[in-house]
């Protein structure tokens, strides 16, 4: 099993920046593909961004340039670096992990999920 704890959610203007962290503990040998999901009220859960063992990445096309996620092994962390944030980025921010090594591919593991509010 893997336990994953976000971190790092809050409320920011629009325009401005947050950055979101996931640490994972447990079976963290086992662990693959990385990744950030997030779902608004009244809405599916949606993918935002994974990254491979590797440091491959993909984004959805609503974050590519403003987002930025990466990852330190040696930490068992994932970060999401979250810029130029707009109103509909507005979602509970959701870390998923996999034992498959695939950015295309949703994991088994998610954490509790961190709120993001962005509004003035």
């Known amino acids: 099993q893997v336990q994953l704890v976000e971190s790092g959610g809050g409320l920011v203007q629009p325009g401005g920046s947050l950055r979101l962290s996931c640490a994972a503990s447990g079976s963290i040998f086992s662990i693959g593909v990385l990744g950030w999901y997030r779902q608004a009220p009244g809405k599916q859960r949606e993918f935002i961004a994974a990254?491979?063992?590797?440091?491959?990445?993909n984004y959805a096309d609503s974050v590519k340039g403003r987002f930025t996620i990466s990852r330190d092994n040696a930490k068992n962390t994932v970060y999401l670096e979250m810029n130029s944030l707009k109103p509909e980025d507005t979602a509970v921010y959701y870390c998923n992990a996999g034992e498959r090594d695939s950015i295309y591919m949703k994991g088994n593991y998610w954490g509790q999920g961190t709120q993001v509010t962005v509004s003035s």
């Open positions: 990254i491979s063992r590797r440091r491959t990445t």
